[in-house]
């Protein structure tokens, strides 16, 4: 039978206040992987009311920043003694092959254990001011947040958000993505194994609208962080107007994977690929348009095509899978409707762009790993992130042309330069307008460094320093050091 979950809630599991759950289904198969509660808005007030009350009067606040650093080493210690159990249901929930999910449970663990590194170097300063006066800054946690994640990468999402806002002392309300809310639950159960006060963590699960939305705009909530699409981020960011919370978005990308003619043949192949095909082609980073020097252009394309068939589609935890499905039949029609849209336009299917065939695929959302060829920048398949497993090759000239279509876009999260000149790769990089750009290299992606996004890809940096950052307040402190009254009236 399958797992039936509830919620963490004010550190008690608690079902939906009206009864409802949703089927959790194992996009590979059909199969039904779990149920989970269908929260409404009023679970989420509840989970609020939770955090409010932990962070305005229970020990949190009074906790050591290195009994929080020890607590985050014990949960990071904690993910790794089940990382089988969480890669293998993370597989089953977002369809990933199980080497992709393997290395996100072991990130996610490192991920913790990063910010518990940090939580005991935040600190303040001390400024000279023109008064006779001790002034100095301290940094104290924001307070109560809430945190939306997306389906593609659960695990790591929920780490991402949980780690900085813990080690910086704040209290949390996590809403996983409704269709992959199992890994953020088994992390909840860990959390509830260690000793951190009731109310810290909370984990809801539910739809965006209703339950995220009450997120956004509850105004208890002093900071909503939130990764997934551009348009909800428009909506998030318009919802927190309510109280004006701080605000952290990690949107959408359309990302250029950029080759010059004297890029290594066999790298270039391999960095197009993965760029564009790793985790199904679901990734906010996708370089999903690959802008290729004109003489480099056929080769590539040529080394792409010969190499598309080890890209071995299959449910995930089958040995020697490296493509699964997509998270659901609706996000494999919206993907199919681009591949329409770009035969429409006039681009060239070279390979891909349909259902793959046989009995181990009927049942679940699979799709070829699709490229579309002598794509004109202008076309829709260009322009748009579809976040799914279709790349759009469009062949440049010059420098500069490819750094116009580079840059031509509304987003600006992720891009990569392909070059052995090192002049031209620094010229180039320092001219993309995006929060991360590769040399000779895709999709590396490190806990100690910023990731976020220019333009329409997101506001704030998660990650790094600056991931502790957002989950600061900054407080300015003086002290008179006169006895004397100032003698102004
Ligand atoms: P989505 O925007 O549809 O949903 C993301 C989350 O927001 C889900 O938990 C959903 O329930 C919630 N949500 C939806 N509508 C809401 C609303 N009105 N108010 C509050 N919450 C709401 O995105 P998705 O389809 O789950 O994920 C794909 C998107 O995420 C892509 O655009 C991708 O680029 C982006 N993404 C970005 C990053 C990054 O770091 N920049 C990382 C991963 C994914």
Known sequence: MAKQYEMLVGGKWTKARNGATRDILDPASGELVAKVPESGREDVVAAIEAARAAFDHGPWRKTTALDRSKLLLKLADAIRGEAKMLAELETRNCGKPLAEAEFDVADAANCFEFYAGLATKIHGETMQVPANSLSFVVREPIGVCGQIIPWNYPLLMAAWKLAPALAAGNCVILKPSELTPLTALELARMVTQLEFPAGVVNVVTGPGAGAGEELASNMKVDKIAFTGGTVTGRKIMAAATSNIKKVTLELGGKNPNIFFADADLEAAVDGALFGAFANQGEVCSAGSKLLVE????????????KKIPRIKLGHGLTAGTKMGPLVSSAHREKVEAYIKIGQDEGAKLVCGGKRPAGKEFERGNFLEPTIFDNVKPTMRIAREEIFGPVLSVIPFDTEEEAIRIANDTEYGLAAAVWTKNVNKA????????????????????????????????????????????????????????????????
């Open 294 to 305: 004109r003489s480099l252009h056929k080769p590539l394309v040529e080394g792409m095509l």
């Open 426 to 489: 620094m010229r180039v990089m320092q001219q993309i307008r995006a929060g991360i750009v590769w040399l000779n290299t895709y999709h590396p992606t490190f806990n100690e460094m910023p990731w976020g996004g220019y333009k329409q890809s997101g506001i704030g940096r998660e990650l790094g320093l600056y991931g502790i950052e957002a989950y600061l307040e900054t407080k300015q402190m003086n002290l008179n050091l006169d006895e004397a009254p100032i003698g102004w009236y």
